[in-house]
């Protein structure tokens, strides 16, 4: 088990100063659209917020490392991932406001958002068993938090696959806390990486708040994947904010007593501080980054501002190929509801 903690000189890498940068201009976009998302939350525009402040770095790392076939199966927190996957901007605002997750035709491959805890790992183990099935050269990356380990559906998704040599990454991202239990009252295993070992395969921790190390990682993680030999990634990082926009983490956490400064820190600010000691970086290109970040959220909010509304039958006719007849029954109560009290549109 290998761990890999800080950075190495970019000449010492196998990025190139352009990856470096990209890296950067993803990490930018998703800091600025967790703010713009839990700015929005705040003012009753979608329900809840997610956080993932001082994730950024874990969460595009990994998802950079990623094949444009590989599947991802992403949870709630993992939307830096999916957006740097290019997911537009608008499906994850558009989902957050209780529309399909879907809503534009884009092909990224990635599964819907699994918000029970470990639900999505036993799918990613068996979409993986099926790639082997069909003969398919692709791999699966599978995103999920250290309090999913704790969940029956981990142990069993990591049996089939060390089993049926499934071709997944299994991504967790160690950020201390599930919502309010600290890691060391849910394991008493020295790290989640080691947990591999009872199913047959490799475990590794890596510094989350490295990017590059996060993105090295993956990669090889991937690489071995895909010869049959599953891997389970740990990456250490730390949840800056709440759990939830419904959270308050002052009633339980104190960070200074917790963890080590180097996994405190702010991935973004201390990215920025290499690249700019690398000459890769300077003040214009790190500002034309921002604005066009900026730009595109911009267009991101006025794009899910002005979708349709949804059709009510949506929530009757879209769970089931065929709708079954309680469905049917609960349909036509809403529809006499609605007739009777004159109710034709959302907003009415």
């Known amino acids: 088990m290998n761990r890999i903690i800080g950075e190495r000189d970019l000449s010492e890498t196998p990025f190139s100063a352009e990856e470096a940068r990209e890296t950067f201009r993803q990490m930018v976009r998703a800091r600025q659209f967790d703010e713009r998302a839990l700015a929005l939350q705040r003012r009753g525009w979608m329900s809840s917020w997610p956080p993932y402040r001082g994730q950024e770095g874990s969460q595009v790392g990994a998802a950079l490392a990623m094949a444009a076939d590989d599947w991802l199966f992403p949870t709630y927190r993992s939307n830096a991932m999916q957006i740097a996957r290019d997911v537009p901007m608008s499906d994850v605002l558009l989902f957050r406001r209780g529309r399909p997750e879907f809503a534009s035709d884009h092909d990224v491959p990635n599964f819907p958002q699994a918000v029970p805890i470990a639900t999505q790992i036993p799918h ?21 938090g250290d309090g999913a380990t704790s969940e029956g559906d981990f142990h069993e998704g990591l049996n089939f696959a060390g089993v049926f040599d499934a071709p997944v990454v299994f991504f967790c991202e160690n950020n201390n806390w599930a919502i309010s239990l600290p890691r060391h009252q849910q394991t008493a295993s020295d790290s989640i990486a080691e947990k591999a070992r009872a199913y047959g395969f490799g475990g590794v921790q890596v510094d989350g708040n490295d990017p590059l190390a996060v993105r090295e990682t993956v990669a090889e993680a ?56 690398q000459g890769v970086v300077d003040d214009s290109f790190v500002e034309s980054v921002e604005e066009e970040a900026g730009t595109a959220l911009d267009e991101a909010v006025e794009t899910a501002e002005s979708a349709p509304e949804p059709d009510p039958h949506d929530v009757f006719d879209r769970v089931y190929e065929e709708v079954p007849p309680r469905l049917r029954d609960q349909r036509g109560w809403l529809d006499s509801f609605r007739e009777d009290n004159d109710v034709y549109e959302l907003d009415h």
Do not use: I
């Open 124 to 144: 990613a183990t068996g979409a993986g068993m099926a790639m082997n099935h069909r003969g398919d050269d692709g791999a699966v990356l599978c995103y999920f």
């Open 222 to 277: 991937l690489r071995s994947a895909r010869d049959g030999e599953p891997v389970l990634v740990e990456s250490l990082t730390y949840r800056q904010g709440a759990h939830t926009t419904s959270d308050d983490p002052s009633k339980y956490e104190d960070a200074e007593q917790e963890l080590p400064e180097w996994r405190r820190a702010d991935p973004l600010d201390r990215y920025e501080e290499y690249l700019r000691e």
